[in-house]
């Protein structure tokens, strides 16, 4: 069944958007990207923060589904915490423009996105993890660490690379495609120094 208008633009922008990022990307490059012209891009959707709305919207929602099964899952904590990393890589490398655009969106609405996204049927839920990472700590089988602290540092080590993308490629002269595969070889990499981190 050929896709609708509107799965085009998405598919389009969500291309564009990952190739791009949410600053670069222009209006006009997305629907040239979907094979229309601008106006009926614009008649679906008014304006790039909107279009990119609904990109967000369907990736956060595939993000936390998967991220919450992790939290949930009965696994030893080293495997859970190997599986989040990269589920959570996974979704950063497939919509590479997020953490900027959460990162904007939290700086022009502030505690308003925040309770946007906590009022969703589906939102993260990192209790579970939480709790194992406690249960470990009292039975000595990690070093003693402050889970919350554990779980912002498994978060900053897969976010911030993406947050910083356009610092880092200036600085470090890569392209896109350079990049990208490189925050594909990171998932080892974040796994180890989380590993090392907490062993006994």
């Given at each position: 069944?050929?896709?609708?208008?509107?799965?085009?633009?998405?598919?389009?922008?969500?291309?564009?958007?990952?190739?791009?990022?949410?600053?670069?990307?222009?209006?006009?490059?997305?629907?040239?990207?979907?094979?229309?012209?601008?106006?009926?891009?614009?008649?679906?959707?008014?304006?790039?923060?909107?279009?990119?709305?609904?990109?967000?919207?369907?990736?956060?929602?595939?993000?936390?589904?998967r991220?919450?099964?992790?939290?949930?899952?009965?696994?030893?904590?080293?495997?859970?915490?190997?599986?989040?990393?990269s589920?959570?890589?996974a979704?950063?490398?497939a919509?590479?423009?997020?953490?900027?655009?959460?990162?904007?969106?939290?700086?022009?609405?502030?505690?308003?996105?925040?309770?946007?996204?906590?009022?969703?049927?589906?939102?993260?839920?990192?209790?579970?993890?939480?709790?194992?990472?406690?249960?470990?700590?009292?039975?000595?089988?990690?070093?003693?660490?402050?889970?919350?602290?554990?779980?912002?540092?498994?978060?900053?080590?897969?976010?911030f690379?993406?947050?910083?993308?356009?610092?880092?490629?200036?600085?470090?002269?890569?392209?896109?495609?350079t990049?990208?595969?490189?925050?594909?070889?990171?998932?080892p990499?974040?796994?180890?120094?989380?590993?090392?981190?907490?062993?006994?």
């Amino acid at each position: 069944m050929e896709a609708s208008t509107e799965d085009k633009i998405l598919n389009a922008a969500r291309e564009v958007f990952t190739r791009k990022g949410f600053a670069a990307t222009r209006m006009q490059e997305i629907a040239d990207q979907a094979g229309i012209n601008k106006g009926l891009l614009h008649y679906y959707f008014r304006n790039k923060n909107k279009l990119f709305h609904a990109v967000f919207d369907e990736a956060f929602d595939q993000f936390i589904l998967r991220i919450n099964e992790v939290f949930a899952a009965d696994m030893p904590l080293f495997e859970k915490i190997d599986a989040f990393v990269s589920q959570y890589m996974a979704i950063l490398i497939a919509n590479p423009a997020l953490p900027s655009f959460v990162i904007n969106e939290l700086n022009q609405k502030g505690e308003a996105f925040v309770k946007e996204l906590m009022s969703r049927k589906n939102k993260p839920n990192p209790l579970p993890l939480i709790g194992q990472i406690q249960m470990e700590v009292q039975a000595g089988r990690i070093r003693e660490v402050n889970p919350f602290h554990l779980v912002l540092n498994m978060i900053s080590l897969c976010v911030f690379p993406f947050v910083a993308r356009p610092l880092f490629q200036g600085i470090a002269q890569v392209d896109d495609e350079t990049y990208l595969n490189l925050m594909e070889s990171r998932k080892p990499e974040i796994i180890d120094f989380i590993h090392n981190a907490i062993r006994v």
